[in-house]
């Protein structure tokens, strides 16, 4: 069974940082595109990162510059480097697994940001 589980979310003031980690159980993150995407309140989810199999990102042009999207293979976990957090940050985050023509999607339960001013 696929499981993501994400952390590392919390209360934060703006200008700070925070760290988030997808821990994967059930499926090698190595050889999958993984995402991650986040839904403020009274939005839409949205796409913040991505990164491929082959260690391509890309970003939303709103966390350019701020955010780091990683994996480190051996601990089989996905990361978000969210550094000079703004309010608009807001929201929970979410990890995916993206689909392919082999794999359908996997999603975390997510984990909550607050950015405070």
């Known amino acids: 069974q696929v499981q993501l589980v994400e952390s590392g979310g919390g209360l934060v003031q703006a200008g700070g940082s925070l760290r988030l980690s997808c821990v994967g159980s059930?499926?090698?993150?190595?050889?999958?595109?993984m995402s991650w995407y986040r839904q403020g309140p009274g939005k839409q989810r949205e796409l913040v990162a991505a990164?491929?199999?082959?260690?391509?990102?890309n970003y939303a042009d709103s966390v350019k510059g701020r955010f780091t999207i990683s994996k480190d293979n051996a601990k089989n976990t996905l990361y978000l480097q969210m550094n000079t957090l703004e309010q608009e940050d807001t929201a929970a985050y979410y990890c995916?697994?993206?689909?392919?023509?082999?794999?359908?999607?996997?999603w975390g339960q997510g984990t909550q940001v607050t950015v405070v001013s």
């Open positions: 059930g499926i090698i993150i190595r050889v999958f595109g």
């Open positions: 990164i491929t199999v082959n260690g391509t990102t």
């Open positions: 995916r697994v993206d689909p392919s023509p082999w794999n359908r999607s996997y």
